[in-house]
């Protein structure tokens, strides 16, 4: 009961202090030129990256709406006590200013309050911090951002999903390995955490705890020690690991680095890439390098390695820390081991170990990331002769010059002034669905069947899969589809009006060329 009590209090603990948190900075930014100082920092730090983090501020759109509603209300009260003062106070006031023998500081008070009471900025629908905010968002590109939500939105539905049916597949498989071979077991970690490696959105955590879940068992059956299973399963995460790395690396970054368009979307000629290439060329084992390559998200990472032509060995040993790592993801899938066939009790403090080794390794893993952005910075500002002299992928620069005056139009033709009402009507519909199937998710946790890797697919499903689904995550998965839908109806049509721009402005080059050819 105590242990209960003492992770109440850790919990609720952690609570007040996120409240605390955000109770700050929403204070902070409430002034309008920290505000602008805010936004100013996050343009410069991201550059053309600046488009992906605003979108998601439209994800929280109904907190938006909420706080729009409560600004009103205080611009209303406001104006209330304003009509109030006004119709009570106003003649006296008046007249006390216009006596001679009234004292300087009251006439002084009572101006003051009168033009900040009479000023026509407190009779706007909003308050003036709500109003320059506004104002700010009002200078953005709503088109194109609107557009980056709705993508944001499918991926985190499409996560959410992912994340719902991995416990399934990692109870089939634990049901096909309960009384194999432990050489057979770990051949089955190896390849299961492979699979997972290819799905972008799987991070390499969860694969290292499925390693302590699985191994250590079948090795205790067979006879083995305890402390052997975790290092054999220490060293299993680490080999999943590093082959993960070199088929991400060759058979997918690699393969794909010869399509020009593929290099064009990681932007490679970008300052950002080629200081990432210099950082990641380095023979030697440094702390940028490390720090990239065990902190940067794992497919995305070894991905772009191998886009960049990066020497597989150099990667492979500038990975070897992420041990550090894989150490408390194996422990913390070691414990839930031990909760089987034990009392409350141990049950309780098992599962305490579980979250702690968890969390352990998230935070080393926040740590590597951190410091990969600050030295990713640094290079960038000490090293910036050296990532000039990187020669730029001619190829990638031609085709971008090429397309950019396609992208113009693609801009022109989708900004939101010029978009028909229907089109508006297709994004905006597309933009509140996807919404709403990704807080129906968030806010319904029955939206999956709790199923745990000790569950049967079987008598736990019945043997069907889309039975993990619960109505709300039907309900959201159609508000996905719909969403969808409506997404490609307005990219098709904006692309259909850009071919038709584009036709329209070779045609005109092609007549202003024959006249001026006529002429001479």
């Not at 709500?130 to 557009?147: A, D, G, M, Y």
């Not at 030295?375 to 990187?390: P, S």
């Amino acid at each position: 009961m105590s242990g209960e009590h003492q992770m109440g209090k850790l919990v609720g603990f952690g609570i007040c202090l996120a409240v605390a948190v955000v109770l700050f900075v929403a204070l902070t930014l409430s002034d309008p030129k920290y505000w602008m100082k805010l936004i100013v920092q996050i343009e410069k730090k991201l550059g053309a990256y600046v488009d992906f983090i605003w979108s998601l501020m439209f994800l929280s759109l109904p907190i938006f709406v909420v706080y729009l509603t409560i600004s009103f209300l205080n611009q209303r009260i406001r104006r209330i006590r304003f009509l109030i003062w006004q119709m009570f106070c106003g003649g006296a006031t008046s007249s006390q200013n216009e006596s001679e023998d009234a004292p300087a500081e009251s006439v002084e008070a009572t101006s003051v309050m009168s033009s900040s009471m009479f000023s026509k900025k407190s009779n706007g629908w909003f308050t003036k911090i709500t109003s320059t905010q506004i104002r700010e968002l009002e200078t953005l590109e709503c088109s194109k951002l609107l557009e980056w939500t709705i993508y944001w939105g499918m991926a985190i539905v499409a996560c959410l999903f992912v994340v719902a049916y991995t416990n399934v597949i990692l109870s089939w498989v634990i049901g096909i390995t309960e009384k194999s071979h432990p050489g057979l077991v770990g051949l089955y970690v190896i390849i299961t955490g492979l699979v997972m490696f290819v799905n972008p959105a799987v991070p390499g955590t969860p694969i290292y705890a499925f390693a302590g879940l699985m191994f250590i068992p079948s090795y205790e059956k067979s006879g083995g020690s305890r402390i052997a299973g975790l290092f054999i399963s220490f060293i299993i995460g680490l080999i999943t690991k590093l082959l993960a790395c070199t088929m991400q690396q060759k058979a997918i970054g690699q393969s794909f680095s010869h399509f020009v368009k593929i290099r064009q979307m990681v932007d490679i000629n970008s300052d950002l890439m080629r200081g990432t290439k210099l950082i990641l060329s380095d023979s030697k084992l440094t702390v940028a390098k490390v720090s990239i390559l065990c902190g940067g998200p794992d497919w995305p990472t070894s991905v772009l390695c191998g886009i960049l032509g990066l020497n597989l060995l150099s990667i492979l040993v500038g990975t070897l820390p992420v041990i550090c790592i894989v150490v408390p993801a194996v422990l913390s899938g070691y414990f839930p081991i031990l909760q089987r066939g034990v009392s409350d009790e141990e049950k309780r403090k098992y599962q305490r170990f579980f979250v702690l080794f968890g969390i352990l390794a998230g935070l080393f893993q926040l740590i590597f990331l951190r410091k990969a952005v600050s030295c990713i910075e640094t290079t960038l500002k000490e090293r910036a002769e050296e990532i000039r002299a990187i020669p730029i992928d001619e190829d990638v620069k031609n085709a971008d010059d090429k397309e950019e005056e396609t992208k113009e139009i693609l801009l022109e033709v989708s900004r939101w002034y010029s978009l028909p009402l229907w089109v508006k009507s297709a994004k905006l519909f597309s933009l509140l669905t996807i919404i709403a199937s990704v807080y129906i998710l968030g806010l319904f946790k029955d939206s999956f069947k709790e199923f745990s890797i000790d569950d049967s697919f079987q008598e736990k499903l019945d043997g069907d899969i889309l039975s993990l689904v619960n109505p709300p995550g039907w309900i959201s998965l159609i508000l996905f589809g719909v969403s969808s839908i409506f997404c490609i109806v307005f990219k098709c049509w904006t692309k259909k009006e850009a071919a038709k721009e584009v036709l329209k402005r070779n045609g005109s080059e092609e007549e202003s060329l024959m006249g001026s050819n006529h002429s001479v």
